[in-house]
């Protein structure tokens, strides 16, 4: 009797790290950052990941561990997958700790093989930041090499004051990938991850980024760069990521 294939994709330890320029009128403060994350599939429609990350910029700094999950169900068609992130930590700005936390909840519906649909939750609790941020998404493939994303978020509860819509365009080329994207609104600065810690108010954004990755046959490597831009403030960001691929999979054990 022939050894059933082991049809799991391949686990995934992502290292990454950023440097980002921070100009608050007129000052620049620079930044950076890192983290490392690791999924493991129990199946191939059951996820589990753990990972960590710390963040700094100006006088703020701030480090969380992080959990998530995803369940699937059905073919590409009509597939449902349910997912959740839970990132727990504190940080410190200028000697004054504070709390880091935040749960997600969502979920994602195939229509069609090129069609999709995410519901998400998000509660944000950041210092004296505190609601939840659900988001709609929808997706849609042209082709098995293009896609277009775009998404709205309006808080509700709480302190945040955020709505942002956004959009992206991925292509997924033969030798390497490509994703641009926009998105404009306006936010609580502790939701993007803008100095958590820093009392300040709710401001009209603009934000662009673009990156590109490559795929190799252990690995994959993405570089990406992002612009913020608020009222009060200029971000840049570059961030650097690399990610494995650790066991065999596809193959009789």
Not at 180 to 200: E, F, H, K, M, Y
């Amino acid at each position: 009797m022939a050894a059933e294939i082991d049809a799991r994709p391949p686990d995934k330890l992502t290292l990454s790290g950023n440097g980002s320029r921070l100009t608050d009128v007129g000052v620049d403060e620079d930044g950076y950052g890192g983290s490392l994350n690791y999924l493991h599939y129990f199946t191939p429609d059951v996820i589990v990941g753990v990972g960590g990350e710390h963040q700094a910029i100006a006088d703020s700094s701030w480090s969380f561990g992080s959990i998530r999950a995803a369940v699937g169900h059905g073919d590409s068609a009509s597939r449902l997958t349910v997912f959740g992130e839970f990132h727990y930590g504190d940080g410190d700005e200028n000697d004054r700790k504070f709390d880091y936390q935040i749960g997600v909840l969502g979920l994602s519906k195939s229509f069609t093989s090129k069609f999709s649909v995410q519901l998400e939750g998000r509660q944000i609790d950041i210092d004296t930041s505190h609601g939840n941020l659900p988001k709609l998404g929808l997706t849609y493939f042209w082709s098995p090499r293009l896609s277009t994303s775009v998404s709205y978020a309006d808080s509700v509860g709480g302190n945040l004051g955020t709505e942002i819509a956004t959009v992206r365009l991925d292509h997924y080329g033969q030798h390497v990938n490509f994703l641009i994207g926009a998105a404009a609104g306006r936010a609580d600065p502790s939701v993007l991850n803008l100095q958590p810690g820093v009392t300040l108010p709710v401001q009209d954004l603009k934000q662009g980024f673009i990156g590109i990755g490559k795929v190799f046959a252990k690995g994959e490597v993405q570089l990406l760069g992002d612009y913020l831009e608020l009222e009060s403030s200029e971000k840049v960001t570059v961030t650097l990521s690399f990610t494995a691929y650790l066991g065999s999979r596809g193959r009789a054990p």
